[in-house]
């Protein structure tokens, strides 16, 4: 049976840019699906289709146990929406943007004041509740528009880049706002450049690249795919590279990287922590002094310059199709 997010074969095309190229995508309900890709991977794409703010050209989805195409309003009355930018008006309170948003629900309004409270408690807006939101700083009305979308309690909730341009401490508070949503029983589609943001909040996490799923599964399976743990060397002396290199070729399960400009060893290895420890010793009786040594985890940065040959940073094909959406 199908998730509460499902896609099968999504294709959409922008003059001859194909933004999504035969989308596949199952998110159990309750759960977060990362979507992970660049700018232009087709992210954002997805989600506007997904939300019916765009047609596909080819493919079907059902959402909330909606058909998206068949039944777009009855799926807009069951989904929340957060895009890139903030949509509240400027020129209204914090109070009066969530009343709003509740009386277009067609909520009484006393029913809308009372939503409107609870969330701005909810999103320690509360201090800030009757002042213009042109007041408000970055963080303060990416909060506000979430709130916004959470209005009506909708069972799935789509999050296109959230936390894009906040400082840290304001994404560490979204990060546990949209932990407190999950647990109640949220269904949930992130889109994400961030890795860490993926790797901290998804149950799964789909990496997009131009237009299409090229990798699905959890964090710790993505990783694996890019070989397991490394051990890292810096030596002291550059003249050292070569003797740390074959201390290190016969610990580990795979080539030696060296970086000479850094005096840095890389190498893949399986035994862990115990592993280092010998690693060590063996650096020692050889009089090769270091000045760094570490066991290091793939992280999903890793996982994605593995699976597409760039960093998540860098544009993709489809930017010209995502940038079209965004009209």
């Not at 002042?131 to 916004?148: C, I, N, Q």
């Not at 066991?295 to 998540?312: C, K, M, Q, Y």
Request: charge should be negative; glycine fraction near 10%.
């Amino acid at each position: 049976m199908p998730g509460a997010i499902y896609a099968e074969g999504l294709v959409k095309t922008f003059g001859t840019v194909r933004a999504l190229d035969g989308v596949d995508l199952d998110v159990p309900e309750g759960t977060v699906l990362g979507l992970l890709g660049p700018n232009g991977a087709g992210k954002t794409t997805a989600v506007r289709c997904l939300t019916t703010l765009l047609r596909p050209d080819r493919g079907r989805a059902v959402v909330a146990g909606l058909d998206v195409l068949k039944q777009p309003d009855a799926v807009r009355h069951s989904i929340g929406l957060s895009g890139q930018f903030a949509a509240v008006d400027e020129y209204l309170t914090g109070r009066e943007n969530l009343q709003m948003v509740g009386r277009l629900y067609q909520m009484r309004a006393k029913e809308a004041k009372r939503r409107a409270a609870e969330l701005l408690e909810q999103f320690h807006l509360s201090d800030a509740a009757d002042r213009t939101t042109k007041t408000y700083s970055g963080g303060m009305r990416r909060r506000l528009d979430l709130a916004a979308a959470l209005v009506v309690s909708p069972p799935v909730m789509f999050m296109d880049e959230p936390t894009t341009g906040l400082d840290p401490r304001n994404r560490q508070q979204l990060w546990e706002v949209i932990k407190q949503l999950v647990s109640g029983g949220t269904t949930l589609l992130l889109t994400t450049q961030y890795l860490e943001e993926a790797d901290h909040l998804a149950h799964d996490i789909a990496v997009v690249d131009h237009g299409r799923v090229i990798a699905q599964g959890t964090s710790d399976q993505l990783k694996a795919r890019t070989g397991g743990e490394r051990v890292e060397v810096v030596v002291h002396e550059r003249e050292h590279l070569q003797a740390a290199s074959e201390v290190l070729r016969a610990f580990g399960k795979g080539a030696t990287t060296v970086e000479d400009h850094m005096r840095k060893l890389t190498v893949p290895v399986t035994g862990g922590a115990k592993l280092l420890s010998e690693i060590i010793r063996e650096l020692d009786t050889r009089g090769i002094e270091i000045d760094d040594i570490g066991l290091r985890r793939p992280t999903l940065d890793d996982v994605f310059l593995s699976l597409t040959g760039h960093v998540a940073e860098s544009g993709g094909a489809g930017e010209e199709g995502e940038q079209e959406t965004a009209r």
